[in-house]
């Protein structure tokens, strides 16, 4: 089986253009998660969707981060206008919803962002 | 607030010997996950191991085993047999179930390094 896809790997940009992440999760999994991994800061969760609807947002930094999760396989994050100290790996991850504490969560292989 | 703390910046070990990485955490949660995590260099996260905090056995995956201390809130990962290609940053987490949102919370890793 496939696992969650990232798309792009890698991405270079100037400051001040925009940014779109994409995921694909695993198929059946009915949760998705946006991290952020920098060495100042370590992993951190950005947004999470619950059957595509966003139920956690806490931690996206500010107006120019959004994200979307049009249907169950899809969900963009965006950023505009970027910026350098955005730099940074994106995770995306999913989990199957099976109630309790053991929902594991699978990570794609990241986006590396690096703004100039 | 739920934390998780990784003392361990660094760790080496010798091919073929076991090794032992810390994780304590702190919640309030009754009832809560602990994971453990591999990132090699490559960059991708490795679901390794999970134990619930009502589970009565440690849990066990191959050469991973987790020394589950629950009064002491220490979830250490026990690597036996090392070898070469378990040279990666390992990271603790734990998920609780007081906010309902799925959201995994990081430590912030351990340098391990398998010495041929």
């Known amino acids: 089986d496939a696992g969650v896809i990232q798309s792009p790997r890698h991405e270079v940009t100037e400051m001040g253009q925009e940014v779109t992440l994409r995921c694909k999760p695993i198929s059946g999994h009915n949760s998705l998660f946006w991290y952020r991994q920098t060495m100042m800061r370590g992993l951190e969760l950005l947004i999470y969707f619950n059957n595509n609807v966003p139920i956690d947002d806490s931690g996206m930094p500010e107006d120019r981060f959004s994200a979307k999760m049009p249907n169950a396989s899809f969900s963009t994050l965006k950023i505009q206008p970027s910026e350098p100290r955005d730099s940074a790996v994106y995770f995306c991850?999913?989990?199957?919803?099976?109630?309790?504490?053991?929902?594991?969560?699978?990570f794609g292989p990241g986006t590396r962002l690096l703004v100039l | 607030a739920q934390k998780i703390t990784q003392t361990q910046p660094g760790m080496f070990v010798q091919e073929k010997e076991a090794v032992t990485l810390d994780c304590t955490y702190d919640?309030?949660?009754?009832?809560?996950?602990l994971f453990w995590y591999k990132q090699p260099s490559s960059g991708e996260m490795i679901f390794l191991i999970y134990?619930?905090?009502?589970?009565?056995q440690n849990a066990t995956e191959g050469r991973y085993s987790l020394n589950f201390q629950k009064a002491r809130k220490s979830a250490n990962l026990v690597i036996s047999a090392s070898q070469l290609g378990d040279s990666a940053m390992y990271f603790c987490?734990?998920?609780?179930?007081?906010?309902?949102?799925?959201?995994?919370?990081f430590g912030q890793g351990t340098t391990l390094q398998v010495k041929p």
């Open positions: 134990q619930g905090s009502y589970d009565q």
């Open positions: 991850a999913s989990s199957p919803v099976t109630g309790g504490t053991q929902e594991t969560q699978y």
């Open positions: 919640t309030s949660d009754p009832s809560y996950g």
């Open positions: 987490a734990m998920r609780g179930t007081s906010s309902n949102t799925g959201k995994l919370i």
